[in-house]
């Protein structure tokens, strides 16, 4: 074995980058009762080929089917038999697997997740029934208006782009989805340079650390994917019908990705306009005019870009009212900033939900595992929560001021 090791946020968190470019964290936490368990591999649905859309999330179903040397059931049973939690997400620029269990069955957990990763076991048969799963989840998603109005929004941000794709694919890349195109996409991007194993409990780094690079030892070679920023245009407007009741609004804007120090001030914003009870949004057009039961703001940050955006849900004959009341909140926040009071509890409000996230140990692995792979480093809780108390009022108009100057991208899913 052949790395380096660091101690990062604190002497419980320590880091080995070992050889081929693989990263191990973990953080010891010597009085829990269970451990988490995660592997993060640095590829996501922006880095399909098109006709290949929904690969990742593909992959990532299949991998439960079992390996070589377990089958499905076993799987599902040893999770179920120790009361555990066995699951995975795919997102726009990483696939993540994860378990939950009790510290005394961490070697299940541990082969388990990286038996699946490294020898996946899945046939013909596996696929052609888990592709019907991921069909049915296509036509839920086209059934849920609120997600239709998001996957409508970000085609509009990111227009031919990959970060504008759904990350479940369409429903002509999964139904000609092949063995051999997932297997092939699995043995190009699950390897050394790629992926991110944290454990949160109390382990023993260097034990994690050896039967890790042992268990991917055949994994070497390869790297991170090549990306190609987005261009500057976007769509302005798009409606889509449905037989529903409600119209659904979102409009967006693009904004600076996560290597931008403004994305703490982008984080706070969507916080004052849309995170909680008290937020602008929320107390005019819920509170005060009734014109919505849901309605929230939020920010998200990409390597090379990043969106800012709002949300909200009206009868059809309001949703002039409601685009109009938006458009107004927005455009004070730019030009006359926050208020001192509302951006002490938009901060406070951001700070607490982060300390209160990480109660649980699959909390706190999944945030080191993601430091690790997109910035390649872990960011401090106390460097994060410093950097969102820094935020001024200021930031706040300007940063705001800045997005909105950007052009703007409209999805409205209404009755028809």
């Known amino acids: 074995m052949v790395g380096s090791s ?55 179903h299949l991998l439960f089917k079992g390996s070589s040397s377990r089958s499905a059931q076993e799987i599902a049973e040893g999770i179920d038999a120790v009361g555990g939690d066995l699951n995975a ?9 994860h378990a939950r269990i009790p510290e005394w069955d961490l070697d299940f957990g541990l082969d388990t997740l990286l038996d699946v990763l490294v020898d996946p076991g899945f046939t013909a048969d596996d696929l052609d029934a888990e592709r019907q799963v991921i069909l049915e989840e296509l036509s839920w998603s086209a059934d849920t208006p609120d997600d239709v109005v998001h996957s409508v929004l970000a085609e509009c941000l990111f227009p031919d782009h990959s970060l504008g794709w759904e990350v479940l694919g369409t429903q002509g890349s999964i139904r000609a989805m092949t063995v051999d195109d997932v297997r092939t996409f699995h043995d190009q991007w699950y390897r050394r340079p790629n992926i991110v194993v944290a454990v949160v409990g109390p382990v023993e780094h260097d034990e994690i650390v050896a039967r890790v690079d042992v268990a991917l030892a055949g994994r070497s070679g390869g790297g991170a994917p090549a990306r190609i920023a987005p261009l500057d245009a976007v769509v302005s407007d798009s409606s889509t019908y449905r037989s529903i009741e409600q119209a659904h609004f979102a409009k967006g804007w693009r904004s600076p990705g996560l290597h931008s120090p403004d994305r703490y001030t982008l984080a706070v914003a969507a916080q004052l306009l849309g995170g909680g009870w008290s937020s602008r949004l929320f107390r005019e057009i819920r ?25 909200a849900a009206t009868a059809p004959e309001r949703l002039t009212e409601l685009r109009f009341v938006i458009d107004e909140q927005l455009a004070e926040l730019a030009v006359d900033g926050p208020g001192e009071r509302e951006l002490e509890v938009a901060r406070g409000g951001f700070e607490g939900a982060t300390v209160l996230g990480l109660e649980d140990t699959g909390s706190r692995m999944a945030r080191l595992a993601t430091n690790l792979l997109i910035r390649d480093r872990i960011v401090g809780v106390d460097e994060y929560l410093d950097a969102v108390r820094a935020v001024s009022a200021g930031d706040v108009q300007r940063v705001i001021g800045d997005v909105l100057a950007g052009p703007s991208a409209v999805s409205v899913v209404a009755p028809g």
């Open 89 to 97: 997400f795919t997102s726009k620029e990483y696939t993540a697997f």
């Open 6 to 60: 660091s101690l990062e946020d604190g002497d419980s968190v320590r880091v080995s980058r070992l050889d081929g470019g693989l990263r191990v964290v973990t953080e010891v936490l010597p009085r829990s009762r269970s451990v988490a368990i995660g592997v993060w591999v640095g590829v996501g649905n922006r880095d399909e080929p098109a006709e290949l859309a929904g690969v990742s999330h593909f992959l990532e």
């Open 287 to 311: 509170e005060k005019r009734g014109l919505s039961y849901s309605v929230f703001a939020s920010a998200t940050s990409f390597v090379d870009s990043g969106t800012f955006s709002v949300y």
